[in-house]
Nanobody, 124 residues
């Protein structure tokens, strides 16, 4: 079983940067693909990106490609979301998720575990 805790959210100006962290419990962290989703009020949950269990491959949604990057440090049981050139439309609760045994899952239904989320607000 995996417990996920996000941190690093906050208020930032448009064009600025922010790095989110997701700390995971357990000794099998390196077996899990790790994904990021976001949820804005009155909006559907949106896939942001995913990184494979080794950190060798990532896939990002078109809306954030070129601005965001995902990385992981398996020795620290932590996955990161680096967010650059932030826009007001990036404002949302950002949630990390984990899936054992999958390569690069891109849909919410494929994930086993979820964190509680961290709020990101981008001002114009």
């Amino acid at each position: 079983q995996v417990q996920l805790v996000e941190s690093g959210g906050g208020l930032v100006q448009a064009g600025g940067s922010l790095r989110l962290s997701c700390a995971a419990s357990g000794r099998t962290f390196s077996s899990y693909a790790m994904g990021w989703f976001r949820q804005a009020p009155r909006k559907e949950r949106e896939f942001v990106g995913v990184i494979d269990r080794s950190g060798g491959r990532t896939y990002l949604a078109d809306s954030v490609k070129g601005r965001f990057a995902i990385s992981r440090d398996n020795a620290k049981n932590t996955v990161y979301l680096q967010m650059n050139s932030l826009k007001p439309e990036d404002t949302a609760v950002y949630i990390c998720a984990a899936r054992n045994g999958y390569y690069l899952p891109r849909t919410a239904s494929e994930y086993d575990y979820w964190g509680q989320g961290t709020q990101v607000t981008v001002s114009s």
